[in-house]
């Protein structure tokens, strides 16, 4: 007996109807009442698993951002640690500005690295448009 994955396991699906033999037109008509419903339910099966995926995926989410916090505390005490740790051999305040600024010259650095994947140039689909470019010479010389 066919059962209902999505609802309940141990729930049946709709009988046949009494009207329905083993011909042709009755499995046809079988068919035709079955094939909808099967339709719907993998869609409401999709959609429960899209769902379970993008929860998932929030909580991911949080986890990162919330590490991504605790890892920016970690590095402003290993930098504080630094200062410091030079501040034994000069005076604190100039301890604290080379450490400054050497964390400002990195982090441009970085951040000018990163900002050049953001070029127009980067986004472009190129194998894609190439693909699409091959295609259309190939209709060319198909095409009198």
């Known amino acids: 007996m066919n059962r ?38 993998e869609l409401a099966l999709a959609k429960a698993e899209l ?40 005076a604190p305040w100039l301890a604290a500005l080379i450490v400054g600024v050497v964390t400002l010259i990195v982090g441009y650095v970085m951040l000018q690295s990163g900002k050049k994947q953001f070029d127009p140039a980067h986004l472009t689909p190129d194998r894609t448009l190439n693909a699409m470019q091959q295609d259309k010479e190939a209709l060319k010389r198909k095409l009198p």
């Open 4 to 41: 209902d994955p999505l609802n309940n396991p141990g729930t049946p699906l709709e009988p046949h109807a009494p009207n329905d033999d083993g011909s042709i037109g009755g499995l046809l008509r079988q068919l035709m009442r079955e094939v909808p419903e099967l339709f719907t339910k």
């Open 51 to 90: 769902q379970h995926n993008l929860n998932t995926l929030k909580a991911g989410t949080a986890a990162v951002a919330a590490g991504g916090v605790v890892l920016l505390a970690g590095f402003i005490i290993l930098l504080l640690a630094i200062v410091y740790g030079l501040a034994t051999m000069m």
